[in-house]
């Protein structure tokens, strides 16, 4: 499972493969075990990657599509999300990597992938805007209400383990924010 912090390193690798060699970036880049694509400055498509299409449940259009490859997007309250309003748009408007997001893509079929991008804007050797890479992190099964319950317990049965009071008392509240976010997700 890739992580948080392996997912900011596969992207910032992904940004320098795709800056130090524009003409050669696919290679690099389909070496990566995850969702990750790249847009010119104005956020139109240049490249994706298989796992691109798996996450997506379609095959983007190069030069057509802009800002993601999903299909739709909600935020993780189920709100519509515009294209034109996602991460990697506010990342090449900004020039400035976005982090700490979370958003759930909607398939043609009608399934949904909670996602993590990690849009992180390009620059030339000027300094100017070339486009962006993002790196698309999955993270549906960890939102299941399944996953969840037992993330719940196993924090009771570590704090039920511990001498620590404060320890003990960190750990149930991460168990009752796991039963909380369960909830959530079963409605």
């Given at each position: ?46 490249y994706f990657n298989q796992a691109c299409v798996d ?51 909607e398939r043609p079929d009608g399934t949904r992938v909670n ?73």
């Amino acid at each position: 499972m890739i992580n948080d912090q392996t997912a900011c390193h596969l992207v910032e690798t992904a940004a320098d493969a795709v800056q130090a060699n524009w003409s050669g970036f696919g290679d690099a880049l389909d070496a990566i075990p995850a969702a990750i694509y790249v847009t010119a400055n104005d956020g139109t498509l240049i490249y994706f990657n298989q796992a691109c299409v798996d996450m997506a449940g379609r095959t983007p259009e190069l030069g057509v599509d802009k800002w993601c490859v999903t299909w739709k997007i909600y935020t993780p309250e189920g709100e519509y999300l515009p294209h034109d309003e996602c991460p990697m748009a506010v990342a090449i408007r900004e020039a400035k990597s976005v982090r700490g997001v979370e958003a759930i893509a909607e398939r043609p079929d009608g399934t949904r992938v909670n996602f993590v991008p990690y849009p992180t804007p390009l620059f030339d050797g000027a300094g100017n805007l070339a486009g962006a890479v993002n790196l698309l992190l999955d993270v549906t099964e960890q939102r299941r209400p399944e996953y969840l319950k037992n993330q719940a317990e196993q924090c009771r049965q570590l704090a039920a383990s511990v001498d620590d009071l404060s320890t003990a008392e960190t750990l149930a509240l991460m168990a009752a924010k796991y039963d909380a976010q369960s909830l959530r997700q079963a409605n």
